[in-house]
């Protein structure tokens, strides 16, 4: 069981560019969460899915796209990255939602200069 | 505009000695809540929840404690161990699905 997989680990993103991020789960959890980790602002949570197809926007969700076309999958996009958007982002899964404790990956650190 | 706070962004504790975490929060639509643990270049881990028709919950040496009417929870260890020293995040949920985190709480254990 690998849990909660995130890819690419790092990134140097230059203003402009575009990436996804890329999470996978398994343990066929049906709720999964893109959150990104920024010093003194804790955990903001971007979007997240409720189930497979489905994506809901969280408090931070400018800047961001998000597709769940498989359940085990949940993709979060830059489409044009800002040095705003430097921060380490962090995808979890959970079974039952926000009520049973959510699974995290360990994380993805991006940089956009 | 911060639905969930920690106030304090560190404490420091002897080993062996009690540690408290605190946490505001102000909707009053949450209604379950959770600590997790977050070690350096990991995810976060979970640690221990709580609902909101409970105010307290124990387990081994972590108790969290709730008080509806403030819209306060703590966690207390006891005793502190220099493995404990991580950041600690409280987290509140309610039936929309979202779980919003604070800011966050370094909490470091002195041998």
């Known amino acids: 069981n690998a849990g909660v997989t995130q890819t690419p680990k790092f990134r140097v993103l230059k203003t402009g560019q575009s990436m996804t991020l890329l999470c996978a789960q398994d343990?066929?959890?049906?709720?999964m969460y893109w959150y990104r980790q920024d010093p003194g602002m804790g955990l903001r949570l971007i979007h997240y899915s409720v189930g497979e197809g489905t994506t809901a926007k969280g408090e931070v969700p400018d800047g961001y796209n998000v597709s769940r076309l498989k359940k085990q999958n949940f993709l979060l996009g830059l489409e044009s990255a800002a040095p705003s958007q430097t921060s380490v982002y962090f995808c979890?899964?959970?079974?039952?939602?926000?009520?049973?404790?959510?699974?995290f990956g360990n994380g993805t650190r991006l940089t956009v200069t | 505009d911060q639905q969930v706070k920690q106030n304090s962004p560190s404490l420091s504790v002897q080993e062996g000695r009690i540690s408290i975490l605190n946490c505001d929060y102000t909707n009053s639509m949450f209604d379950y809540f959770l600590w997790y643990k977050k070690y350096p270049a990991e995810g976060p881990t979970f640690l221990i929840s709580?609902?909101?028709?409970?105010d307290k919950n124990e387990d081994g040496r972590f108790t969290v404690f709730l008080n509806k009417s403030a819209k306060h929870l703590s966690l207390h260890i006891v005793p502190s161990q220099p493995g404990d020293s991580a950041v600690y995040f409280c987290?509140?949920?309610?039936?929309?699905?979202?779980?919003?985190f604070g800011q966050g709480t370094t909490l470091q254990v002195k041998p």
């Open positions: 343990m066929n959890h049906e709720y």
């Open positions: 709580i609902s909101s028709i409970k």
């Open positions: 979890a899964s959970s079974y039952l939602g926000s009520n049973s404790p959510l699974h």
């Open positions: 987290a509140a949920a309610s039936n929309t699905g979202k779980l919003i």
